[in-house]
Each structure stands twice: as C-alpha cells, then as structure tokens.
C-alpha cells in the first residue's frame, strides 16, 4: 500500500489527482492541469510536494573520506553551508543514483536520495562505510517542500526573513523560520528556474504549505515537474541515468572527479575511454510527441534511443533526450525518430532546449 506525504490532505483538497508514485500516493496534476502548472513556474512561482524523496545524516570523524571514496564528486574541502551534486556508482560505472548531498559541519553532511532508490541506496552506503562514521535514515523524520520560478523569492520573503535566504546557487542554510516553521532551505531545484527546496518537520510541513499558496504559489504536481526538468536537460533516474549509463556518458562529468586518488567505479571509467554514444537532444521538425525509448534513425541506420520525450510548453514543440551514436550527435544532424511505427523527423539541438 502506498505511503502518504504530510502534505496529501492539501492535495485533495486543492483537487489533486491522486497516483502511486515511489510508493507515495501524489498529485500528477490540479484542476489546472500540466501546461498551465509549468508555465505558471517559467513565470511566476510554483509549489511541489517533494517530501516522498529519501534523506540521511552521515557524521563522525571519517564521514569526509567515506563520501569522497564512494561518490563521484569531490567533498574533501567542502564548505560548511555549500550542497553538491554527485553520483554513486556501480564498480562498472553504471549509476547506483544521483543525489545531494550538503555540508552541515565538519562530521556531519545531509544527502538526499531519489525517493524510488532510498532502500538501495542506504544499503549501497552501508555496506561501504568504513572507519568511525554512522549513518542514520531520516526520511520519515523530514518533509521536504520546493519553490520554484522567478517569483520565488519575492513569495518566501513574504512569510521569511529575505535577508537569511542563500543567495547562491547550491548553498543552503541549515536553520531559519519560514512561516513560523523551523526550516533548512536550499537554494536548488529541479525545473531550471531560481528556487528554493524547504526541509523541514512534517507536521510543519501543512502550515508552511498554505501560507506560501496564500503568498501566490502555484500548486504542481508530478507531470510538470517532468515536463520542466525535462525542458531543463536534467537527468532523471531510470531514463538518462542507470546500472548500465555511466556518468560520463550522460555529459555529467561536472561531478565525476577523476582526478581523486579513487573512488567506486573510477577503474571502469577509465577503463572506458571517450563514450561511443553521448547524451543528445531531439526536437521536433515533423509531427509527432516524442516518448522514451524510440528508436533514433540516421541515413536509414539506427543510431541511438529516446531515453525521456514530451511536448515541452515553453519550447513550444515536442523534444526528448536521447543517447546518439557520437558522429550522429552533432547539432543540426536531421534524424527520424520511430514514434508507434511512424519516422518522424527531428533535429539535434543543443541542451537544455529552455533557458531563462
């Protein structure tokens, strides 16, 4: 049976249309509906449930080590008030998961896991640590909220102190009041629009919850949250990213840090050389929506797969990332794309297709 988030009440009262997502029953969408949901956070300001997502407290005294020896990134030096983004991976270089994780003192650092992978991942964790470090799963202990869109600052200072927000992309403060609610607030998100992730107590999680609908935030659900991050490039578990997709090959060698003396999966990512394939992205110069895992034609040869595809609001037409054979990646490189038997024509474009 699945879970319910602090926050599902609120959804069936605004008119949410309930689905089992991650084993959490969550809006896909309001009366709204998705365009109007995701234009509303290009534009304005909007409102995510996001608490069915893992958390967990890593501490002691060789708790830097360990995520320095596990994870793709680089934490040895972190600042204190800064987050991360990195990879776990599989001694094969495939991807365990992506996830955050954020400097709370010396000993102490916050990861946030993606909400289908949290068991795998804590186990994955456990079972590496080594040395004086402990690891302890909150998520049941965490809501976690997320504004997001150009409005999003002049809408949190209005139930906030402005002046104690982070300012900086990927920083956070550990403690501040956000409605009257103890919140740690982030400045990331997943829409490619300025915002803010709030992690605070579930019971708060309602109150702060109304007062920021009140502030003018628009509620959304889980099909916008695709279709922006979609629009943004940001990779999803399960479609860019897998077992079998190395991170270098998902372009995301920001936050593999091969330089490190080692890490999980840095031998076979050497041992790999340049990828055969990169991760690309279609856009529509035909009829059609392109969906995932559609097959991608060049001169009548396949050369690559959809990994993620939708009709992308802001854009404007249809887009999808997808994994190219490297000499049909280039961008302007006319393909097809096989949607339910049919070639549609689609270009390569440079990602993201949506900047602000």
């Given at each position: 049976?699945e879970?319910?988030t602090p926050?599902?009440?609120?959804h069936?009262?605004?008119?949410?249309?309930m689905?089992?997502?991650?084993?959490?029953?969550?809006?896909?969408?309001?009366?709204s509906?998705?365009?109007?949901?995701?234009?509303?956070?290009?534009?304005?300001?909007?409102?995510?449930d996001?608490?069915?997502m893992?958390?967990?407290?890593l501490?002691?005294?060789?708790?830097?080590?360990?995520?320095?020896?596990?994870?793709s990134n680089?934490?040895?030096?972190m600042?204190e008030?800064?987050?991360r983004y990195?990879?776990?991976l599989?001694?094969?270089?495939?991807?365990?998961?992506?996830?955050?994780?954020?400097?709370?003192?010396?000993?102490?650092?916050f990861?946030?896991?993606?909400?289908?992978n949290?068991?795998?991942?804590?186990?994955?964790?456990?079972?590496?640590?080594?040395?004086?470090v402990?690891?302890?799963d909150?998520?049941p202990?965490?809501?976690?909220?997320a504004?997001?869109?150009?409005?999003?600052?002049?809408?949190?200072?209005?139930?906030?102190d402005?002046?104690?927000?982070?300012?900086?992309?990927?920083?956070?403060?550990p403690?501040?009041?956000?409605?009257?609610?103890?919140?740690?607030?982030?400045?990331?998100g997943?829409?490619?629009?300025?915002?803010?992730?709030?992690?605070?107590?579930?019971?708060?999680?309602?109150?702060v919850?109304?007062?920021?609908?009140?502030a003018g935030a628009?509620?959304c659900g889980?099909?916008?949250?695709?279709?922006?991050?979609?629009?943004?490039?940001m990779?999803?578990?399960?479609?860019e990213?897998?077992?079998?997709?190395?991170?270098?090959?998902?372009?995301?060698?920001?936050?593999?840090?091969l330089?490190?003396?080692?890490?999980?999966g840095?031998?076979?990512?050497?041992?790999?050389?340049?990828?055969?394939?990169?991760r690309?992205?279609l856009?529509?110069t035909?009829?059609?929506?392109?969906?995932?895992e559609?097959?991608v034609?060049?001169?009548g040869?396949?050369v690559?797969?959809?990994?993620?595809?939708t009709?992308?609001?802001a854009?404007?037409?249809?887009?999808?990332?997808?994994?190219?054979?490297?000499?049909?990646?280039?961008?302007?490189?006319?393909?097809?794309?096989d949607?339910r038997?049919?070639r549609?024509a689609?270009?390569?474009v440079?990602?993201?297709?949506?900047?602000?």
């Amino acid at each position: 049976m699945e879970k319910k988030t602090p926050l599902y009440e609120k959804h069936v009262a605004l008119g949410g249309k309930m689905v089992p997502f991650a084993g959490y029953l969550l809006p896909v969408q309001y009366k709204s509906g998705v365009i109007a949901e995701h234009m509303a956070v290009r534009g304005q300001a909007g409102l995510f449930d996001v608490s069915h997502m893992g958390e967990a407290l890593l501490t002691g005294r060789d708790a830097e080590e360990n995520l320095d020896r596990i994870l793709s990134n680089r934490f040895t030096g972190m600042p204190e008030g800064a987050a991360r983004y990195t990879l776990m991976l599989y001694e094969n270089g495939g991807v365990v998961d992506d996830l955050i994780v954020y400097r709370l003192a010396q000993q102490q650092f916050f990861l946030v896991l993606n909400a289908a992978n949290t068991e795998k991942d804590l186990d994955w964790l456990r079972s590496h640590l080594k040395g004086e470090v402990e690891l302890q799963d909150l998520s049941p202990r965490v809501a976690q909220i997320a504004l997001q869109g150009p409005q999003a600052k002049a809408l949190i200072s209005t139930v906030a102190d402005a002046a104690q927000l982070p300012q900086k992309y990927y920083t956070f403060v550990p403690e501040m009041q956000v409605a009257g609610a103890r919140c740690m607030v982030s400045r990331t998100g997943y829409t490619g629009e300025a915002g803010y992730e709030l992690y605070l107590d579930p019971a708060d999680a309602p109150g702060v919850w109304d007062a920021l609908v009140v502030a003018g935030a628009v509620p959304c659900g889980l099909g916008a949250r695709d279709t922006l991050r979609l629009e943004a490039a940001m990779p999803l578990y399960g479609h860019e990213l897998s077992p079998v997709i190395d991170p270098i090959t998902a372009g995301l060698n920001f936050a593999v840090k091969l330089e490190k003396t080692d890490f999980i999966g840095k031998g076979a990512l050497l041992a790999a050389g340049e990828p055969k394939q990169v991760r690309a992205g279609l856009k529509v110069t035909g009829r059609g929506v392109l969906r995932e895992e559609q097959d991608v034609y060049s001169g009548g040869k396949k050369v690559g797969v959809t990994t993620s595809g939708t009709h992308c609001p802001a854009v404007g037409v249809s887009c999808a990332m997808a994994y190219l054979d490297r000499d049909a990646a280039s961008v302007g490189t006319s393909v097809e794309v096989d949607v339910r038997g049919r070639r549609v024509a689609a270009e390569v474009v440079p990602l993201p297709f949506y900047k602000k």
